[in-house]
């Protein structure tokens, strides 16, 4: 079967899609579990540790981790999210609409990938109840999902995590969530130290019963380039959720496990395990970006075009996945759809300069405008994706 490698570094021995996987690390927490305005707390705990609250120990009662599970967390793990998201519709229409009803609302909204509807029932629920710890911990995966690269997004999610851990120190997703902000932000912009204040997030003792935070130092360690260790944990996680019935939980370590083997070089793997995740839950859009690339890898273009085709109509505000979808249309031979899904790829991750030069290099390939002057007739300028001389940022940033 032949094997395509996706666009070379100039000089480089290595494939693109081996370190361009590195860092695509995106909208897991949200992406994998799925799946404006900020909190008005000391901006200083942003860019900290978890904050330690008056009275908070390094290990919580654990009447608060398990009270958590029971909602926030509980309902990002459901099972079929449309038929519990149909039955708190029924709620709220037989007039028990509520601030909690609302947030569960929109976790499930968030979860199925509805990004609008989720944004705004978080709203509705803080509107009703402004101390709501589970709708300012929502409100902070929808930026961090949305931010794409923008700092502003990573910087509004941390306050709203940081703010639900002020309300409820025992909000088991907002510690969680700190910890995939970091992640996120890393592979957009490629800071080995978020890389690392991801892995310490991961780590923290308040998470160690927690499969979920393994996932996260797992995902760290990837972007780090400590493959060995990662095996270890990803195993030591894989252990913890052995001989539960498989869900939500077992799908994210499988998509972990798909990831490691597409950056170890294992594209059949990597397609195998995200495939087994989709099969447990469909809900698992990192696992069907792994897929797309796996595919891409394998050579199996028409099957990645379709495949990332429907991943753009599931998730269309996700611009790695319209570069999935440019590059599996290049390889097919569409070179005007390939345009046409590179442009709105350009467009999505304007803030992300850990794909600048992967992106640069492919729309000249394929002939879009060099010059911001150009954009407004033809889509967005590759000039926005170099230096004022003319020269490609440096993909990622990262030692490896």
């Known amino acids: 079967m032949r094997r395509v490698h996706l666009w070379r570094r100039r000089g480089a021995a290595e494939p693109v899609w081996v370190w361009l996987v590195r860092a695509a690390l995106l909208t897991l927490l949200p992406g994998l579990l799925l799946a404006g305005c ?31 599970r029971n909602t926030t967390l509980r309902t990002l793990l459901v099972a079929d999210p449309a038929a519990e998201l149909a039955r708190v519709d029924e709620r709220i229409e037989s007039g028990s609409d509520s601030a909690e009803a609302r947030s569960t609302r929109g976790l499930l909204s968030l979860r199925m990938g509805d990004l609008t509807s989720a944004r705004a029932d978080f709203a509705a629920a803080l509107a009703a109840e402004p101390g709501s710890a ?77 499969p979920l935070a393994q ?40 998509t972990v496990d798909a990831r490691l083997a597409l950056s170890a070089g294992e594209p059949e793997r990597a397609l195998e395990r995200a495939q087994a995740a989709l099969a447990i839950d469909s809900f ?6 792994i897929e797309v690339s796996s595919l891409l890898e394998l050579g199996q273009f028409e099957e990645a075009r379709d495949a990332a085709n429907a991943l753009t109509a599931d998730i269309p505000g996700d611009g790695y996945a319209w570069f999935l979808y440019a590059t599996a249309l290049h390889q097919s031979g569409d070179q005007a759809g390939a345009v046409a899904a590179l442009t709105r ?4 991750l304007t803030h992300a300069p850990a794909y600048s030069a992967t ?36 993909l990622y940033g990262v030692r490896w």
């Open 284 to 289: 698992q859009w990192e696992a069907r970006r």
């Open 345 to 348: 790829a350009m467009e999505l």
């Open 215 to 254: 996932a996260i130092v797992a995902f760290a360690l990837v972007g780090l380039g400590d493959l060995d260790q990662e095996r270890q944990t990803l195993a030591g996680a894989m252990r913890a959720v052995d001989g539960e019935e498989p869900g939500v939980r077992a799908a994210v370590l499988m």
């Open 38 to 68: 900020t909190a008005g707390v000391n901006e200083d705990l942003a860019a900290t540790a978890t904050p330690r609250m008056p009275g908070d120990q390094a290990s919580p009662p654990a009447r608060l981790i398990l009270a958590d």
């Open 134 to 210: 589970a709708a300012y911990t929502g409100r902070g995966l929808v930026a961090v999902t949305t931010a794409q690269g923008d700092q502003a997004g990573y910087t509004a999610a941390l306050q709203d995590f940081n703010r639900a851990l002020t309300l409820d120190p025992g909000t088991t997703t907002a510690r969680l969530g700190r910890g995939w902000t970091f992640l996120q932000r890393a592979s957009y912009r490629g800071e080995r130290s978020d890389w690392e204040t991801a892995l310490a997030e991961g780590r923290d003792k308040r998470l160690r019963d927690e």
């Open 359 to 394: 992106i640069l290099q492919m729309s000249q390939e394929l002939g879009l405008p060099a010059s911001p002057s150009s954009a407004s007739q033809n889509g967005p300028a590759t000039g926005a994706w170099s230096d004022p001389n003319g020269r490609p940022h440096a």
